[in-house]
């Protein structure tokens, strides 16, 4: 099993960022009881952009998977989904350790 790295950028709407921000936050603490969650944190962008990106470690494909269809992430994109400027975009990658092993991984 390889773990999987998740960067997933979210776009409000214009007026619609704190209401998807605060969705966001509201469902993390349910996201990390999710089984396989190592990592599921929420990062704001800095100067005009408004997209918020959540950067996820998940132990494998399956448990990213199960993330999918879970109830905090289906109850989240009924919620938001409709407060976007346009759909998720959700990238995977697999780690490449490097240097330093506290800092040359996620």
Known sequence: ???VIVVATISPKPG???AVRDAVLAAIPE?????GCGKYALHEATGDSTDLV???RWESFEALATHGGAP????????IGPLL??????????????GDADKGAI
């Open 1 to 3: 099993m390889s773990e």
């Open 16 to 18: 619609e960022e704190q």
């Open 31 to 35: 996201v990390h009881g999710e089984p």
């Open 54 to 56: 959540m950067i996820e």
């Open 72 to 79: 905090a992430l289906t109850a989240l994109g009924k919620k």
């Open 85 to 98: 400027a346009g759909p998720l975009d959700v990238k995977t990658f697999s780690p490449v350790p490097a």
